[in-house]
């Protein structure tokens, strides 16, 4: 009951307009997700356990590992025309011959940080990482799923996707 008022209630408001404006500060996650990691550990018997513990147990995903998921969807959004954005305002699809999927998109360079921050730069290499053997491009609900069954690694800075069956 109580984990239900928390996703019903407050997440909303945590991950409201997350494509929009996401944090690339640790300091700025962290207080984000800080927000999770209490109102789990308040929760009647799992005030011992750790966070992840607590995340599995209850079977939540992190802020932080939502926020990429939404980043991919709305890029899924706009590659296949399913929003009133237009892709060439944001992406430019790959020239160069590449392995994996066949929606492999350009890397812009952004000079600033502000820049690099922002939508269309920070999920292009997430994007392109998406293994074409486990990642279902046929719908919307498909590729959901599919993001479901992969696991997010950090890996100095940068989002590894692995298969997890």
Not at 4 to 22: C, D, G, K, M, Q
Not at 39 to 54: A, C, M, N, Q, W
Not at 57 to 62: A, D, E, F, H, P
Request: charged content about 25%.
């Amino acid at each position: 009951m109580l984990l239900r008022a928390y996703t019903t209630y407050v997440r909303p408001i945590l991950e409201f307009n997350t494509v929009v404006w996401s944090p690339s500060l640790k300091s700025d996650i962290s207080r984000i997700e800080k927000v999770q990691r209490k109102f789990t550990k308040r929760l009647p018997g799992y005030g011992d356990l750790s966070y992840v513990e607590r995340r599995a147990k209850l079977n939540i995903k992190t802020l932080e590992l939502r926020r990429l998921h939404y980043d991919l969807v709305m890029c899924y959004k706009i590659v296949f025309n399913i929003i009133q954005l237009r892709f060439c305002d944001f992406f430019v699809f790959s020239t160069w011959p590449t392995r994996g999927h066949p929606y492999k998109l350009q890397v812009n360079h952004a000079p600033v940080d502000a820049r690099r921050n922002f939508f269309a730069c920070r999920v292009v290499k997430l994007w392109n990482s998406l293994p074409a053997d486990t990642t279902d491009f046929g719908s919307l609900g498909r590729f959901r799923t599919s993001l479901h069954r992969l696991q997010f690694l950090p890996n100095g800075g940068l989002e590894i996707l692995v298969y997890t069956p």
